[in-house]
């Protein structure tokens, strides 16, 4: 629905008061959004507190290079 589009479009500075159901469309369409979002700052600060630690004796296998 191309209007749906053009209307999220404008952001806060739209509101939607009829048809109930495009109303509702938006207000779906905005709740995943928030969610996504959410959900990314999650991973971001995630990131951000994990600290790797160093692999010891030849780095990812764990023994000694031969060669």
């Not at 209007?3 to 500075?13: D, P, R, S």
């Not at 010891?56 to 023994?63: A, D, F, S």
């Amino acid at each position: 629905m191309e209007i749906k589009y053009w209307i999220m479009n404008w952001g806060l500075k739209a509101l939607v008061i009829d048809p109930e159901s495009l109303r509702e469309e938006i207000r779906t369409e905005s709740e995943a959004l928030l969610e996504k979002y959410r959900d990314a700052e999650m991973v971001r600060q995630s990131r951000a507190n994990y600290k790797a630690k160093p692999v010891e004796n030849g780095g990812i296998y764990g023994g000694k290079r031969t060669s």
